[in-house]
């Protein structure tokens, strides 16, 4: 024996006799409608009070005037002034190395220079490596000269422009 627990819904017959079906009449074609138009925003406080008002939208940037010059990470000084710079230290760094690579070069090649005698008991080796100290001293002379009379001027124009462009900048 099946009993169900859950009978199904017991229902009425409807009282009143069925209806023909209703027919709305069409829409009346019209030439042309009016766009939709949405309402503007209205801010949030009016309507959530316990939402904080929004901050009305920041004011346009003022229209910047261009400088007349090139900024000056494209200025063509500063190419100039790696280049000066890069050739003061091939410079410096080849006068000191070089005098050494000579003496090398003699002391495994050409030991019989090295052992000859230039002067009462001096040898021309013990002679070549005393010079390292003022070829050595000589080296750090052409790159102080090269760097007075080539790089540091480079650099204070250019150190110079950057102020100026600074003070310009401040001003705006």
Do not use: N
Request: proline share 19%; with cysteine; hydrophobic share 35%.
């Amino acid at each position: 024996m099946s009993h169900d627990p859950y009978p199904p819904p017991h229902r009425t017959p409807p009282s009143h006799p069925a209806s023909p079906p209703h027919r709305t009449p069409p829409p009346p074609r019209h030439a042309a409608s009016p766009p939709y138009r949405t309402p503007p925003p209205q801010p949030s406080h009016l309507t959530y009070p316990w939402q904080p008002a929004s901050a009305p939208p920041p004011p346009a940037p003022a229209p910047r005037r261009q400088p007349q010059h090139a900024p000056l990470g494209h200025h063509s000084d500063l190419r100039v002034l790696r280049t000066a710079y890069r050739w003061q230290r091939r410079v410096a760094t080849l006068t000191a190395l070089g005098y050494f690579l000579v003496f090398l070069v003699l002391s495994a090649c050409a030991p019989s220079v090295m052992t000859a005698r230039v002067a009462d008991g001096l040898p021309a080796g013990l002679l070549l490596a005393l010079a390292q100290l003022p070829v050595t001293l000589l080296a750090i002379a052409v790159y102080e000269l090269t760097a007075r009379r080539h790089v540091d001027p480079l650099a204070r124009r250019i150190r110079h422009q950057a102020e100026v462009d600074a003070r310009r900048e401040a001003r705006r």
